[in-house]
């Protein structure tokens, strides 16, 4: 049984930088795909960041790439999102998900994840 608890989440200015750690318990090999997706008021939860478990495959939203960067450590069974350069828009809350029952087949999209952290909110001055 896989859960998730999402922490870092803080009040940074434009341009800053922040990372975010999710703690996946239970047995590290449980889960197909672990990722971050994000909601912000009034929109969908959208995907940001997905690794798979069997090729350690990571996908990244157009809007992140090259700014954001998923890792994980499978010692700690520790997810993480180092966060660069952010903007306005990328104020939201950010979730941790994992595909346990391989409905993702490795894709990254939120229909696809069957276990879900409370989330932890990232808010961005100017």
């Known amino acids: 049984q896989v859960q998730l608890v999402e922490s870092g989440g803080a009040l940074v200015q434009t341009g800053g930088s922040l990372t975010l750690s999710c703690e996946a318990s239970?047995?590290?090999?449980?889960?197909?795909?672990i990722g971050w997706f994000r909601q912000a008021p009034g929109k969908n939860r959208e995907a940001i960041s997905c690794i798979t478990n069997s090729d350690d495959k990571i996908y990244y939203a157009d809007s992140v790439k090259d700014r954001f960067t998923l890792s994980r450590d499978k010692v700690k069974n520790n997810v993480y999102l180092q966060m660069r350069n952010v903007h306005r828009e990328d104020a939201a809350v950010y979730y941790c998900g994992a595909d346990v029952n391989g409905w993702s087949r490795g894709i990254c999209s939120r229909v696809g994840m069957d276990r879900w952290g409370k989330g932890t909110q990232v808010s961005i001055s100017a």
């Open positions: 239970g047995v590290f090999s449980d889960y197909k795909t």
